[in-house]
């Protein structure tokens, strides 16, 4: 993890993002330009981890989805009630700023993002999230998420697994 104390909050209008520089150039676009469009009309948050002068050193979105039950692996799927699809909240998006790599951000991210989705008071079933490509999808597999039979990149977690292991 960072040697640089990070706090993880809600994006909001004090927030510079013009400087933010991942390496991706799609990720660093909509955050720099269209996400602030998308909290305020929530079809988004937003949460970042900022340094104690505010500068932010990554940042990931949450959106309400559903997750089709067809495509869940059948040992899954069979334990759920019949209904098309299941509630799940996905991440959209997962950021590191280049001067924080390298330092176990993107997984202290993550697990914040799973410890907000376990402490909702809304139902979801899993946290779900595209991979970009497979570097990536390997960070989640690293972290116990499951990929979908027929689409690889496209992972989730049973939110039920995590409950466990954190502490309300």
Known sequence: MSRTPLRVMPLDGDHERASFSSDSE???????QQV???????????????TDEQRIAGYYTLAATS????ELPADLGKKLPRYPSVPAIRMGRLAVDQAFRGQGLGGALLADALVR?????????????????????GLYLHHGFIALPDTPLSLFL????????IQR
């Open 26 to 32: 799609p990720l660093d676009r909509y955050f720099q």
């Open 36 to 50: 602030t469009q998308d909290t305020r009309r929530r079809v988004a948050a937003c949460f970042v981890a900022v």
């Open 67 to 70: 997750l089709l039950l067809a």
């Open 117 to 137: 989705c376990v402490r909702s008071e809304i139902a979801a079933f899993a946290l779900m999230v595209d991979a970009k490509h497979e570097l990536a999808a």
């Open 158 to 165: 049973p939110l039920a697994t995590v409950r466990g292991s």
